[in-house]
């Protein structure tokens, strides 16, 4: 119990990060450094941070991306990367079945939606995908998408793919985009051998 309350508390503050919405502005590289360099938020490619409308606090971050301009064949799609405190990964022992079991409850749920009311949120499929727990949600504000829960370097990384409001994105294509985000992630963060 005393587990589903602390995972339930780390992830409602990094989710609720995940759901903020701000302005434009992109600019292009493959990775940034975020939180006075404790990590590296990794780009995948045909994709641009938007340095206008990320936010950096003292302890945690939201990183938006979008594709580039100079890469107009790229699916559009909108990547929000939320970081969260130092020592916020440590829900990620609970293990996939504490996870999956957390967002099917309605605390989990109301969590998730981006309205942070659970009716609005439905669970498609939540799985362990090697060190991430992948969700496919469908959200009545956002519509059907991705979203990945990851530790990196000790702190709760949630990832997510959406559509614009111009243009849905498909759910397939939208795990792509969420696993090569995932990908670029983990690689900026390897450590040096």
Known sequence: MQTLIRLSAVLAIALALANCQVGSGFTSSRAAPVLGGALQIGVPPSYC???KAS??????????????????????????VSI????????MTAGGQALAAFFASQQGRATLARS???GDVKIIAALSAGDAFLLHLQDRNVGEYWRAVIGVKARLVTLSATGTDEV?????????????????LRTANKAPV
Do not use: H, N
Not at 56 to 79: Q, Y
Not at 85 to 90: D, E, I, N
Not at 168 to 184: H, N, Q, S, T, Y
């Open 49 to 51: 941070i938007d340095g």
């Open 55 to 80: 936010r950096e606090s003292r302890d945690t971050a939201v990183i938006l991306m979008g594709r580039c301009s100079d890469a107009m064949k790229a699916i559009p799609a909108l990547i929000t």
């Open 84 to 91: 969260g405190q130092g020592g916020s990964a440590g829900v």
């Open 116 to 118: 942070g009311r659970a």
């Open 168 to 184: 849905r994105l498909d759910p397939v294509e939208g795990r792509k985009i969420l696993e090569k985000a995932l990908d670029a």
